[in-house]
């Protein structure tokens, strides 16, 4: 889950650009890091799990070759959710401010938003929209306010409240309903949101099956546990199946 976690605030934070609090927070976490140095030697162990960090959040640009057994750059966008998100970002504030109410609307969607929840979003929300705490206080988004976002950024929009419901593994049925709502707001129809949803399952498929394939041939024990994540949120055997073959095949992995 904290893998998933990890994969949507980066995404978000990507698509909603440099001003967002996840990049301030990671330039703050490189300066303390930097005075730290000054005074304090790292393990050997402290600086491989820095070095995985630093390439988790630029891995959407990379893809495994199989055949090579290397991590390769590409230049294009390799994925439907990908591709969405770099063509339709959200960087109008207003549009921020409604995924940003959106998001913490969903993190609500049981009644509460819990600690766990406050602290994920504390990373990719805009401080200068408010707090997750004082946008939990605001009234539901309304037609009139999904209506007046920017046309082309609606399915990003939607396509990441899907990725951020599903990313704890505990989709509830409160959720599904609010980003229905969301859709019909947005004036998403039922076809396309359906597209949003699958789009969002494979990203997030994609994400556990990169510790599955990390040698470069399936982990059988690490693929069980992606089939039960994939099961948690949503996603078909069919669907399960489709998203492997697409991501082997983008991997150069047989």
């Given at each position: 889950?904290?893998s998933?976690?990890?994969?949507v605030?980066?995404?978000?934070?990507?698509?909603?650009?440099?001003?967002?609090?996840?990049?301030?927070?990671?330039?703050?976490?490189?300066?303390?890091?930097?005075?730290?140095?000054?005074?304090?030697?790292?393990?050997?162990?402290?600086?491989?799990?820095?070095?995985?960090?630093?390439?988790?959040?630029?891995?959407?640009?990379?893809?495994?070759?199989?055949?090579?057994?290397?991590?390769?750059?590409?230049?294009?966008?390799?994925?439907?959710?990908?591709?969405?998100?770099?063509?339709?970002?959200?960087?109008?504030?207003?549009?921020?401010?409604?995924?940003?109410?959106?998001?913490?609307?969903l993190?609500?969607?049981?009644?509460?938003?819990?600690?766990?929840?406050?602290?994920?979003m504390?990373?990719?929300?805009d401080?200068?929209?408010?707090?997750?705490?004082?946008?939990?206080?605001?009234?539901?988004?309304?037609?009139?306010?999904?209506?007046?976002t920017?046309?082309?950024?609606?399915?990003?929009?939607?396509?990441?409240?899907?990725?951020c419901?599903?990313?704890?593994?505990?989709?509830?049925?409160?959720?599904?309903?609010?980003?229905?709502?969301?859709?019909?707001?947005?004036?998403?129809?039922?076809?396309?949101?359906?597209?949003?949803?699958?789009?969002?399952?494979?990203?997030?498929?994609?994400?556990t099956?990169?510790?599955?394939?990390?040698?470069?041939?399936?982990?059988?024990?690490?693929?069980?546990?992606?089939?039960?994540?994939?099961?948690?949120?949503?996603?078909?055997?069919?669907?399960v199946?489709?998203?492997?073959?697409?991501?082997?095949?983008?991997?150069?992995?047989v």
């Open positions: 889950m904290k998933l976690r990890r994969a605030a980066r995404a978000i934070s990507d698509t909603v650009g440099t001003g967002v609090a996840g990049r301030v927070v990671r330039q703050a976490a490189d300066a303390t890091i930097v005075q730290k140095e000054r005074s304090t030697s790292f393990s050997k162990a402290e600086v491989q799990a820095a070095i995985v960090s630093a390439f988790q959040s630029v891995q959407s640009r990379f893809q495994w070759n199989g055949a090579e057994a290397t991590w390769v750059g590409v230049s294009e966008p390799t994925t439907a959710f990908a591709k969405r998100l770099a063509e339709a970002p959200v960087t109008e504030r207003f549009d921020q401010g409604v995924l940003a109410r959106a998001l913490v609307e993190s609500a969607a049981d009644g509460e938003v819990s600690d766990d929840e406050r602290s994920f504390a990373d990719f929300l401080p200068s929209l408010g707090t997750v705490d004082e946008l939990a206080q605001r009234p539901p988004l309304t037609a009139a306010d999904l209506g007046e920017t046309e082309s950024v609606r399915g990003s929009i939607l396509l990441l409240g899907w990725a419901a599903m990313s704890d593994e505990d989709l509830a049925d409160a959720e599904v309903d609010r980003l229905g709502e969301l859709a019909a707001g947005l004036g998403i129809d039922a076809d396309q949101a359906a597209d949003l949803r699958r789009d969002a399952q494979q990203f997030l498929f994609d994400q099956l990169d510790s599955v394939y990390a040698s470069g041939s399936r982990d059988t024990d690490g693929f069980a546990l992606a089939l039960e994540a994939a099961t948690k949120m949503g996603i078909d055997q069919a669907a199946e489709k998203f492997d073959a697409a991501y082997r095949k983008r991997c150069g992995i």
